[in-house]
């Protein structure tokens, strides 16, 4: 029976996410602060989809409880297949820029607190091999935003390519215990985060078309980066590829 642990399981791609795996009866673990709103979550999982679903208390900040908190969703779990860490904070750019209060809160939550917690699941998977159970699953949310560093969300996107770096090397230190690593690059997505922002946009997904990708390179070995959805592929190709003479005069 494949179990999966949800990191920030409240989040509005991770709610999504957590639809498709119910529904293809895959146990869940949600973890995450809110967890009054992660217990109706549960109760919804189970009814709609008769699904085994269990809550949590997580908090990303708390770095020194971060490998008890693992080992109990382990122990109470009776073991995970996968994890999938699924938050993450976009302060805003100009705020960040002159307060490094501002700045530091996304640096710990989308970078630091992901190597202290997928370190942790690393060590579990590969002592999982050692008792003749190879393979295992970690997934990370970062973004395309990390691609390149642009004027209009750098702090943030710096963040995310610090954690896409992360993953990559992950990946490759977990390559020969059969443990996949995939890291999850959406672009703009509807959610909370991008309230101020046109809703009209084309470039805007879906939290369900999001999940729905990640849903599908869960477990398929060959999957190591999804843009998601794929067009963010091109985009982003294009403006990586723009010279830095030129991609410096852009309002990007």
């Known amino acids: 029976m494949m179990r999966v642990l949800i990191l920030g399981a409240s989040s509005t791609i991770a709610q999504a996410t957590a639809k498709r795996l119910a529904a293809r009866k895959i146990d869940l673990v949600l973890a995450g602060r809110r967890t009054e709103q992660l217990e109706t979550m549960k ?96 997934g990370a949310v970062s973004s395309v935003a990390g691609d390149r560093g642009r004027k209009s969300n750098y702090i943030y996107g710096s963040t995310k390519a610090g954690l896409s770096a992360y993953m990559q090397g992950l990946r490759n230190r977990l390559h020969k215990s059969g443990v996949q690593v995939l890291t999850i690059k959406p672009g703009t997505v509807d959610t909370k985060m991008i309230e101020q922002t046109a809703d009209d946009s084309p470039l805007i997904a879906s939290a369900d078309k999001v999940a729905r990708d990640i849903d599908r390179a869960l477990g398929k070995r060959g999957r190591n980066v999804v843009y998601t959805p794929w067009f963010w592929l091109v985009i982003m190709l294009v403006v990586k590829l723009l010279p830095e003479s030129l991609f410096k005069r852009t309002d990007l």
Do not use: C, W
């Not at 990303?60 to 490998?67: K, S």
């Not at 700045?103 to 690393?122: G, H």
């Open 43 to 138: 109760q919804d999982l189970e009814i709609r989809y008769q699904a085994a679903v269990s809550v949590k208390y997580f908090d990303a900040l708390d770095f020194d409880r971060h490998e008890a908190f693992f080992n109990e969703a382990v122990k109470e779990s009776g073991g995970l297949s996968a994890v999938l860490l699924m938050y993450g904070a976009m302060g805003d750019q100009q705020e960040a820029e002159h307060s490094f209060a501002v700045a530091r809160q996304m640096i710990d939550v989308n970078y630091t607190s992901a190597v202290s917690l997928l370190n942790i699941a690393a060590n579990y998977f590969e002592g999982q091999q050692k008792r003749r159970k190879r393979g295992g699953f970690i």
